[in-house]
Protein backbone atom coordinates (compact mmCIF):
# COMPACT_ATOMS: atom_id res chain seq x y z
CA UNK A 1 0.00 0.00 0.00
CA UNK A 2 1.51 3.70 -0.93
CA UNK A 3 0.45 6.90 0.61
CA UNK A 4 0.74 10.59 -1.45
CA UNK A 5 0.41 13.51 1.27
CA UNK A 6 0.00 16.55 0.28
CA UNK A 7 0.79 19.63 2.50
CA UNK A 8 0.34 23.33 2.74
CA UNK A 9 -0.09 25.96 5.53
CA UNK A 10 1.22 26.18 8.54
CA UNK A 11 4.19 24.39 10.76
CA UNK A 12 1.72 22.72 12.56
CA UNK A 13 0.03 21.34 9.01
CA UNK A 14 3.74 20.25 8.50
CA UNK A 15 4.46 18.80 12.17
CA UNK A 16 0.94 17.06 11.67
CA UNK A 17 1.84 15.62 8.47
CA UNK A 18 5.32 14.13 9.36
CA UNK A 19 3.77 12.46 12.30
CA UNK A 20 0.86 11.22 10.12
CA UNK A 21 3.45 9.53 7.48
CA UNK A 22 5.71 8.46 10.39
CA UNK A 23 2.68 6.64 11.46
CA UNK A 24 1.56 5.21 8.12
CA UNK A 25 4.79 3.85 7.44
CA UNK A 26 4.54 2.37 10.66
CA UNK A 27 1.91 0.15 9.67
CA UNK A 28 3.49 -0.85 6.65
CA UNK A 29 2.47 1.97 4.17
CA UNK A 30 4.61 3.25 1.87
CA UNK A 31 5.35 6.56 0.11
CA UNK A 32 4.56 7.04 -3.73
CA UNK A 33 5.95 9.71 -5.37
CA UNK A 34 2.74 10.94 -7.18
CA UNK A 35 -0.79 10.79 -6.60
CA UNK A 36 -1.17 8.25 -9.26
CA UNK A 37 0.50 5.55 -7.66
CA UNK A 38 -1.03 5.90 -4.06
CA UNK A 39 -3.65 3.93 -2.90
CA UNK A 40 -4.32 6.50 -0.33
CA UNK A 41 -4.17 10.49 -1.02
CA UNK A 42 -4.30 12.80 2.19
CA UNK A 43 -4.82 16.19 1.73
CA UNK A 44 -3.84 18.55 4.52
CA UNK A 45 -5.13 21.68 3.86
CA UNK A 46 -5.08 25.32 4.87
CA UNK A 47 -7.92 27.87 4.73
CA UNK A 48 -5.95 31.23 6.36
CA UNK A 49 -6.58 33.05 2.94
CA UNK A 50 -8.40 32.54 0.16
CA UNK A 51 -5.67 32.17 -2.46
CA UNK A 52 -4.97 29.07 -0.26
CA UNK A 53 -8.83 27.66 -0.14
CA UNK A 54 -8.32 28.28 -3.82
CA UNK A 55 -5.27 25.85 -4.05
CA UNK A 56 -7.27 23.13 -2.19
CA UNK A 57 -10.82 23.26 -4.06
CA UNK A 58 -8.50 22.84 -7.04
CA UNK A 59 -6.54 20.21 -5.52
CA UNK A 60 -9.56 18.25 -4.64
CA UNK A 61 -11.15 18.94 -8.17
CA UNK A 62 -8.62 17.55 -10.27
CA UNK A 63 -8.42 14.15 -7.80
CA UNK A 64 -11.99 13.18 -9.10
CA UNK A 65 -10.56 11.55 -11.91
CA UNK A 66 -8.48 9.32 -10.80
CA UNK A 67 -11.32 8.31 -8.08
CA UNK A 68 -13.31 7.78 -10.69
CA UNK A 69 -10.66 5.78 -12.48
CA UNK A 70 -9.71 3.78 -9.54
CA UNK A 71 -12.52 3.35 -6.98
CA UNK A 72 -10.82 1.63 -4.33
CA UNK A 73 -8.57 4.54 -4.10
CA UNK A 74 -8.91 5.97 -0.34
CA UNK A 75 -8.78 10.53 -0.72
CA UNK A 76 -8.48 11.70 3.24
CA UNK A 77 -8.77 15.40 3.62
CA UNK A 78 -7.77 16.99 6.80
CA UNK A 79 -6.79 20.40 8.04
CA UNK A 80 -8.54 23.74 8.61
CA UNK A 81 -10.23 23.28 5.27
CA UNK A 82 -12.62 20.49 6.91
CA UNK A 83 -15.59 22.38 8.85
CA UNK A 84 -19.53 21.05 8.28
CA UNK A 85 -18.48 17.86 7.31
CA UNK A 86 -22.19 16.81 6.10
CA UNK A 87 -22.16 20.26 4.00
CA UNK A 88 -18.70 19.02 2.36
CA UNK A 89 -19.63 15.73 2.12
CA UNK A 90 -22.48 16.95 -0.23
CA UNK A 91 -20.00 19.19 -1.77
CA UNK A 92 -17.51 16.59 -2.56
CA UNK A 93 -18.81 13.29 -3.11
CA UNK A 94 -15.46 11.36 -4.22
CA UNK A 95 -14.04 12.31 -0.46
CA UNK A 96 -13.81 9.27 1.42
CA UNK A 97 -13.75 10.87 4.99
CA UNK A 98 -13.30 14.61 6.55
CA UNK A 99 -10.80 14.50 9.18
CA UNK A 100 -10.76 17.70 11.65
CA UNK A 101 -7.56 19.22 11.80
CA UNK A 102 -4.46 17.73 13.49
CA UNK A 103 -6.49 14.54 14.40
CA UNK A 104 -3.41 11.84 12.53
CA UNK A 105 -5.45 9.12 15.29
CA UNK A 106 -8.61 9.86 12.91
CA UNK A 107 -6.36 9.27 9.81
CA UNK A 108 -4.01 6.37 10.88
CA UNK A 109 -8.20 4.80 11.81
CA UNK A 110 -8.49 4.98 7.81
CA UNK A 111 -5.75 3.57 7.09
CA UNK A 112 -6.01 0.60 9.13
CA UNK A 113 -9.70 -0.12 8.25
CA UNK A 114 -8.42 -0.03 4.26
CA UNK A 115 -5.19 -1.94 5.31
CA UNK A 116 -7.54 -4.73 6.44
CA UNK A 117 -9.74 -4.76 3.26
CA UNK A 118 -6.57 -5.30 1.97
CA UNK A 119 -4.19 -8.23 1.30
CA UNK A 120 -1.64 -6.07 3.81
CA UNK A 121 -0.69 -7.57 7.21
CA UNK A 122 -1.65 -4.45 9.44
CA UNK A 123 0.67 -6.40 12.58
CA UNK A 124 3.64 -6.14 10.38
CA UNK A 125 5.65 -3.34 11.62
CA UNK A 126 8.08 -1.63 9.88
CA UNK A 127 10.71 0.53 10.10
CA UNK A 128 10.07 3.88 8.24
CA UNK A 129 12.10 3.81 5.60
CA UNK A 130 12.08 7.99 4.74
CA UNK A 131 15.04 10.01 5.64
CA UNK A 132 13.97 11.40 8.67
CA UNK A 133 14.62 15.49 9.30
CA UNK A 134 16.79 16.50 11.54
CA UNK A 135 14.79 19.69 13.07
CA UNK A 136 10.81 18.74 13.46
CA UNK A 137 7.89 20.66 14.95
CA UNK A 138 6.62 19.35 17.82
CA UNK A 139 2.57 20.62 18.20
CA UNK A 140 2.22 21.82 22.22
CA UNK A 141 -1.15 22.80 21.64
CA UNK A 142 -4.35 23.19 19.71
CA UNK A 143 -6.28 25.90 18.94
CA UNK A 144 -6.45 29.10 20.25
CA UNK A 145 -8.46 31.44 22.59
CA UNK A 146 -7.69 35.01 21.08
CA UNK A 147 -10.43 36.91 19.01
CA UNK A 148 -8.55 38.34 16.07
CA UNK A 149 -11.38 39.70 14.06
CA UNK A 150 -10.10 38.62 10.89
CA UNK A 151 -8.97 35.11 11.99
CA UNK A 152 -10.53 31.78 10.32
CA UNK A 153 -8.04 29.38 12.48
CA UNK A 154 -9.34 29.71 15.40
CA UNK A 155 -12.66 29.06 14.45
CA UNK A 156 -12.03 25.83 12.51
CA UNK A 157 -9.38 24.98 15.23
CA UNK A 158 -11.50 25.86 18.39
CA UNK A 159 -10.43 27.10 22.08
CA UNK A 160 -6.80 26.15 22.73
CA UNK A 161 -5.93 22.57 24.50
CA UNK A 162 -2.47 22.33 25.78
CA UNK A 163 -0.76 18.79 25.55
CA UNK A 164 0.32 17.66 28.59
CA UNK A 165 4.50 18.37 29.72
CA UNK A 166 4.66 14.70 29.87
CA UNK A 167 3.58 13.87 26.68
CA UNK A 168 5.45 16.68 24.52
CA UNK A 169 8.68 15.32 26.44
CA UNK A 170 8.02 11.64 25.18
CA UNK A 171 7.61 12.91 21.83
CA UNK A 172 10.64 15.11 21.55
CA UNK A 173 12.73 12.04 23.08
CA UNK A 174 11.53 9.78 20.65
CA UNK A 175 12.44 11.91 17.91
CA UNK A 176 15.97 12.75 19.45
CA UNK A 177 16.24 8.68 19.58
CA UNK A 178 15.80 8.84 15.49
CA UNK A 179 18.23 11.47 14.99
CA UNK A 180 16.65 14.87 15.34
CA UNK A 181 19.15 17.45 16.67
CA UNK A 182 15.90 20.86 16.94
CA UNK A 183 12.86 20.55 17.77
CA UNK A 184 10.44 23.87 17.45
CA UNK A 185 7.73 23.59 19.61
CA UNK A 186 4.17 24.47 18.02
CA UNK A 187 1.31 25.85 18.22
CA UNK A 188 -1.07 29.00 17.29
CA UNK A 189 -0.14 30.87 20.63
CA UNK A 190 2.46 29.12 22.23
CA UNK A 191 2.89 31.61 24.96
CA UNK A 192 -0.26 31.00 26.58
CA UNK A 193 0.31 27.09 27.20
CA UNK A 194 -0.71 25.65 29.71
CA UNK A 195 -2.98 27.93 30.89
CA UNK A 196 -6.28 24.97 30.55
CA UNK A 197 -3.87 22.37 32.51
CA UNK A 198 -4.10 21.85 35.91
CA UNK A 199 -1.25 21.96 38.45
CA UNK A 200 -1.00 18.17 39.06
CA UNK A 201 0.15 17.13 35.04
CA UNK A 202 3.65 18.97 35.76
CA UNK A 203 5.32 17.46 38.70
CA UNK A 204 6.51 20.25 40.90
CA UNK A 205 10.26 21.14 41.15
CA UNK A 206 11.05 19.96 38.02
CA UNK A 207 12.46 22.60 35.91
CA UNK A 208 11.73 25.62 38.12
CA UNK A 209 8.01 24.71 37.69
CA UNK A 210 6.39 25.21 41.33
CA UNK A 211 3.50 22.97 42.66
CA UNK A 212 -0.25 24.26 42.70
CA UNK A 213 -0.30 26.56 39.36
CA UNK A 214 -0.21 25.02 35.91
CA UNK A 215 3.21 24.56 33.73
CA UNK A 216 3.91 27.35 31.64
CA UNK A 217 6.02 27.89 28.26
CA UNK A 218 8.93 28.85 30.39
CA UNK A 219 8.54 25.63 32.15
CA UNK A 220 8.31 23.39 29.33
CA UNK A 221 11.49 25.22 27.76
CA UNK A 222 13.26 24.19 30.79
CA UNK A 223 11.69 20.14 30.88
CA UNK A 224 12.38 20.44 26.93
CA UNK A 225 16.08 21.57 27.44
CA UNK A 226 16.59 18.66 29.87
CA UNK A 227 16.39 15.88 27.09
CA UNK A 228 19.90 14.77 25.71
CA UNK A 229 21.24 14.80 22.58
CA UNK A 230 18.98 17.71 21.71
CA UNK A 231 20.91 20.48 20.82
CA UNK A 232 17.84 23.42 19.71
CA UNK A 233 14.99 24.67 20.67
CA UNK A 234 12.62 26.89 18.98
CA UNK A 235 9.69 27.63 19.68
CA UNK A 236 6.18 29.73 17.48
CA UNK A 237 3.87 31.78 17.31
CA UNK A 238 4.32 33.93 20.44
CA UNK A 239 1.35 36.75 20.71
CA UNK A 240 2.31 40.14 22.00
CA UNK A 241 -0.25 40.01 24.65
CA UNK A 242 0.89 37.36 26.29
CA UNK A 243 4.72 36.93 26.17
CA UNK A 244 5.80 37.78 29.76
CA UNK A 245 9.51 38.92 31.26
CA UNK A 246 9.43 35.22 32.79
CA UNK A 247 9.39 33.66 29.45
CA UNK A 248 12.26 36.16 27.94
CA UNK A 249 14.14 35.55 30.59
CA UNK A 250 14.02 31.63 30.65
CA UNK A 251 14.52 31.44 26.54
CA UNK A 252 17.85 33.71 27.42
CA UNK A 253 19.15 31.65 30.15
CA UNK A 254 18.60 28.30 28.09
CA UNK A 255 21.47 27.71 26.20
CA UNK A 256 19.89 25.43 23.55
CA UNK A 257 17.03 28.10 22.79
CA UNK A 258 17.44 29.78 20.01
CA UNK A 259 17.95 33.50 19.85
CA UNK A 260 14.92 33.54 17.74
CA UNK A 261 11.73 34.82 18.45
CA UNK A 262 7.96 34.77 16.13
CA UNK A 263 5.93 37.89 17.10
CA UNK A 264 2.94 38.89 14.67
CA UNK A 265 2.85 42.75 14.82
CA UNK A 266 0.20 42.36 12.08
CA UNK A 267 -0.21 46.52 12.38
CA UNK A 268 1.46 49.54 13.19
CA UNK A 269 -1.39 51.70 13.76
CA UNK A 270 -3.30 51.63 17.18
CA UNK A 271 -7.02 51.99 15.53
CA UNK A 272 -5.91 49.14 13.03
CA UNK A 273 -4.98 47.24 16.09
CA UNK A 274 -8.21 47.29 17.88
CA UNK A 275 -10.14 46.93 15.25
CA UNK A 276 -8.24 43.76 14.44
CA UNK A 277 -9.05 42.31 18.46
CA UNK A 278 -5.21 42.28 18.83
CA UNK A 279 -5.00 43.39 22.93
CA UNK A 280 -2.00 45.56 22.13
CA UNK A 281 -1.06 49.16 20.97
CA UNK A 282 1.73 49.82 19.26
CA UNK A 283 3.73 51.00 22.02
CA UNK A 284 3.15 47.85 23.91
CA UNK A 285 5.02 45.98 20.84
CA UNK A 286 7.71 48.13 20.68
CA UNK A 287 8.35 47.70 24.14
CA UNK A 288 8.05 44.47 24.14
CA UNK A 289 10.59 44.17 21.30
CA UNK A 290 13.35 46.15 23.25
CA UNK A 291 12.56 43.86 26.36
CA UNK A 292 13.72 40.93 24.26
CA UNK A 293 16.62 42.40 22.41
CA UNK A 294 18.36 43.30 25.85
CA UNK A 295 17.85 40.16 26.87
CA UNK A 296 19.05 38.38 24.25
CA UNK A 297 21.43 40.31 22.23
CA UNK A 298 21.57 39.40 18.35
CA UNK A 299 18.24 37.45 18.70
CA UNK A 300 16.62 37.53 15.28
CA UNK A 301 12.52 38.69 15.36
CA UNK A 302 10.26 37.71 13.21
CA UNK A 303 6.68 39.04 12.23
CA UNK A 304 3.63 39.16 10.58
CA UNK A 305 1.88 42.00 9.06
CA UNK A 306 -1.71 42.35 7.28
CA UNK A 307 -1.77 44.79 5.32
CA UNK A 308 -5.17 46.40 3.52
CA UNK A 309 -7.35 45.31 6.81
CA UNK A 310 -10.71 47.28 6.44
CA UNK A 311 -10.37 50.87 6.95
CA UNK A 312 -6.61 50.91 6.76
CA UNK A 313 -5.82 54.44 5.09
CA UNK A 314 -2.63 54.73 3.55
CA UNK A 315 -1.45 56.95 6.22
CA UNK A 316 -2.63 54.04 8.64
CA UNK A 317 -0.39 51.61 6.28
CA UNK A 318 2.67 54.02 6.64
CA UNK A 319 2.61 54.02 9.96
CA UNK A 320 3.03 50.36 9.70
CA UNK A 321 5.78 50.83 7.58
CA UNK A 322 7.66 53.09 9.75
CA UNK A 323 7.79 50.58 12.23
CA UNK A 324 9.05 48.06 10.32
CA UNK A 325 11.35 50.19 9.26
CA UNK A 326 12.52 51.66 12.74
CA UNK A 327 12.45 47.78 14.24
CA UNK A 328 14.69 46.10 11.42
CA UNK A 329 12.86 42.90 11.59
CA UNK A 330 14.91 39.77 10.50
CA UNK A 331 11.55 38.29 8.64
CA UNK A 332 8.39 39.41 7.69
CA UNK A 333 5.49 37.33 6.70
CA UNK A 334 3.37 40.22 5.08
CA UNK A 335 -0.22 39.16 3.55
CA UNK A 336 -2.81 41.30 2.04
CA UNK A 337 -6.21 41.05 3.47
CA UNK A 338 -8.20 38.01 3.01
CA UNK A 339 -12.43 38.41 4.51
CA UNK A 340 -12.67 34.88 5.33
CA UNK A 341 -16.04 33.29 6.20
CA UNK A 342 -17.60 33.81 9.46
CA UNK A 343 -14.91 36.40 11.18
CA UNK A 344 -15.87 39.30 12.84
CA UNK A 345 -14.05 41.12 10.12
CA UNK A 346 -15.86 39.92 7.04
CA UNK A 347 -18.94 42.17 7.91
CA UNK A 348 -16.84 45.22 7.72
CA UNK A 349 -16.09 46.78 4.03
CA UNK A 350 -13.26 45.28 1.91
CA UNK A 351 -12.78 48.54 1.29
CA UNK A 352 -9.35 48.67 -0.08
CA UNK A 353 -8.78 48.08 -3.49
CA UNK A 354 -6.84 44.74 -4.69
CA UNK A 355 -4.25 46.72 -6.44
CA UNK A 356 -3.45 49.04 -3.72
CA UNK A 357 -3.31 46.25 -1.10
CA UNK A 358 -0.71 44.89 -3.58
CA UNK A 359 1.36 47.57 -3.97
CA UNK A 360 1.44 47.77 0.29
CA UNK A 361 2.44 44.72 0.20
CA UNK A 362 5.19 44.95 -2.52
CA UNK A 363 6.24 47.91 -0.27
CA UNK A 364 6.54 46.04 2.78
CA UNK A 365 8.17 43.25 0.74
CA UNK A 366 10.75 45.93 -1.13
CA UNK A 367 11.54 46.93 2.09
CA UNK A 368 12.23 43.94 4.16
CA UNK A 369 14.72 42.85 1.29
CA UNK A 370 16.51 45.99 1.87
CA UNK A 371 16.88 45.63 5.71
CA UNK A 372 17.39 41.43 5.19
CA UNK A 373 20.39 42.02 3.18
CA UNK A 374 22.16 44.64 5.69
CA UNK A 375 21.62 42.33 8.39
CA UNK A 376 23.06 39.45 6.44
CA UNK A 377 25.50 41.37 4.81
CA UNK A 378 27.00 41.96 8.97
CA UNK A 379 27.67 38.13 8.73
CA UNK A 380 30.19 38.29 6.00
CA UNK A 381 33.46 37.06 7.24
CA UNK A 382 31.78 35.85 10.60
CA UNK A 383 32.17 32.11 11.91
CA UNK A 384 28.65 31.30 13.36
CA UNK A 385 27.07 27.78 14.05
CA UNK A 386 25.10 26.24 11.71
CA UNK A 387 22.67 23.17 11.79
CA UNK A 388 22.41 21.49 7.87
CA UNK A 389 18.98 20.23 7.51
CA UNK A 390 19.48 19.24 3.96
CA UNK A 391 20.23 19.95 0.15
CA UNK A 392 18.19 22.24 -1.66
CA UNK A 393 18.70 22.98 -5.53
CA UNK A 394 22.18 21.90 -5.00
CA UNK A 395 23.07 24.10 -1.93
CA UNK A 396 23.34 23.07 2.07
CA UNK A 397 20.48 24.60 3.79
N1 LIG B 1 -1.16 33.16 16.16
C1 LIG B 1 -0.52 34.06 15.29
C2 LIG B 1 -0.81 35.50 15.66
O1 LIG B 1 -0.72 35.85 16.81
O2 LIG B 1 -1.07 36.31 14.80
C3 LIG B 1 -0.72 33.77 13.84
C4 LIG B 1 -1.75 32.77 13.42
S1 LIG B 1 -2.45 33.14 11.84
C5 LIG B 1 -3.27 31.68 11.56
C6 LIG B 1 -1.09 33.18 10.74
C7 LIG B 1 -0.98 34.46 9.98
O3 LIG B 1 -1.83 34.49 8.88
C8 LIG B 1 -1.34 35.70 10.78
O4 LIG B 1 -0.29 36.16 11.54
C9 LIG B 1 -1.77 36.69 9.75
O5 LIG B 1 -0.74 37.55 9.40
C10 LIG B 1 -2.20 35.81 8.58
N2 LIG B 1 -3.66 35.88 8.42
C11 LIG B 1 -4.59 35.33 9.22
N3 LIG B 1 -5.82 35.62 8.76
C12 LIG B 1 -5.67 36.39 7.66
C13 LIG B 1 -6.57 37.01 6.76
N4 LIG B 1 -7.89 36.91 6.92
N5 LIG B 1 -6.05 37.72 5.73
C14 LIG B 1 -4.72 37.82 5.57
N6 LIG B 1 -3.83 37.26 6.39
C15 LIG B 1 -4.28 36.55 7.44
FE1 LIG C 1 -5.84 33.55 14.91
FE2 LIG C 1 -5.20 35.57 16.46
FE3 LIG C 1 -5.25 33.13 17.43
S1 LIG C 1 -4.45 35.22 14.41
S2 LIG C 1 -4.84 31.77 15.69
S3 LIG C 1 -7.00 34.27 16.72
S4 LIG C 1 -3.77 34.77 17.93
Redesign the pocket.
Known amino acids: MNYFLWTIGCQMNFADSRQAAEELERIGYQEAGRPEDADLIVLNTCVVRQSAEDKVVGRLTSLLGLKRRRPALRLAVMGCFVNEIPELEQRYPWVDAFIKPSDVPALIDLAQQQAAGSEMDVNEIRIPQSEFPVSAGVPISQG?????T??I??LR?GPEVSRSVQEIILEVRRLVARGVKEVTLLG??VDSYGRDLSPASSPPQVGGTEGGRHPDLADLLARVHEVEGLERIRFL?S?PADMTDKLIEMAARLPKVCEHMEV?VQSGDDAVLRRMG?GYTVAQYRNLVARIREAMPGVGVATDVIVGFPGETRSQFEATYRLLEALRFDMVHVAAYSPRPDTPAERLADDVAPGEKERRRQDVDSLQERIVGEINAQLRDQTVEVLVEGRHKGKWR
Not at 144 to 148: E, K, M, S, V, Y
Open positions: CDHLCYCVRRQNTHPR
